[in-house]
């Protein structure tokens, strides 16, 4: 069973671009939950989907957006890319059977994007 | 505001010494508490969860220990290996509906042999 693909691995971009990042969570996984990985502040969430829907958003600007498509498949979009956007974005799926939080998420390996 | 505090956030051990991290949390509706093993280049991996009704779990030589009424909980890695080296992070959630997992910041775990 194939994992969770992020696409593209690495990305280097300069301030003001944007970028859109792109995941495909493993079959049968409808949930799919999006983060930003830095040295100094971990692992933030930034949002989930749920059948298309966002269930949930963490705590960023709106310059940060994101969709999920009908096969499960997840995009998300940074706009006006600042220095402080340079992080590993990683996406996550899960089965989320019944709504329930404890069903395991499952990590891509990320996408590296670096703001100059 | 970190509502997850992990510490330490470096670790050296000795190969079969025992590794412990510490975690503490704020928010009292969390009742999941998983633990990720992230090693690099990937992405993190769920190592092993528990949920407040147990004061401890153990698979392997992983253990967590659960302090409700603390508010807080550790992992223990029993006979450490060099290949237990990678970047730890404890997590807290609430199980039910779409809440949003928070993680600590993250303790990169290094076993020399």
């Known amino acids: 069973k194939a994992g969770v693909t992020q696409t593209p691995r690495y990305l280097i971009k300069t301030r003001g671009q944007q970028v859109t990042l792109s995941c495909s969570p493993i079959s049968g996984h409808r949930s799919v939950s999006w983060y930003q990985q830095t040295p100094g502040q971990g692992l933030q969430f930034l949002f989930e989907y749920f059948s298309e829907t966002q269930r949930n958003k963490g705590n960023f600007p709106g310059r940060f957006s994101g969709r999920q498509f009908s096969n499960s498949r997840s995009e998300m979009n940074v706009s006006t890319l600042e220095l402080g956007d340079s992080a590993l974005y990683l996406c996550?799926?899960?089965?989320?059977?019944?709504?329930?939080?404890?069903?395991?998420?499952?990590f891509g390996p990320g996408t590296r994007l670096t703001v100059l | 505001q970190q509502q997850v505090k992990q510490s330490p956030q470096s670790l050296i051990v000795q190969k079969g010494g025992i590794s412990i991290i510490n975690c503490a949390y704020e928010?009292?509706?969390?009742?999941?508490f998983p633990w990720y093993q992230q090693f690099p280049g990937k992405g993190p991996a769920l190592l092993i969860a528990i949920r407040p009704d147990v004061s401890e779990k153990k698979e392997g030589r992983f253990t967590i220990s659960f302090n409700k009424s603390a508010k807080q909980f550790s992992l223990h890695i029993m006979d450490s290996q060099p290949g237990d080296s990678a970047t730890y992070f404890c997590?807290?959630?609430?199980?039910?509906?779409?809440?949003?997992?928070?993680f600590g910041i993250g303790t990169k775990l290094q076993v020399i042999p």
């Open positions: 996550a799926s899960s089965r989320k059977t019944g709504n329930l939080n404890t069903d395991t998420q499952y």
């Open positions: 928010n009292t509706a969390f009742d999941y």
């Open positions: 997590a807290a959630t609430v199980s039910g509906g779409y809440q949003k997992v928070t």
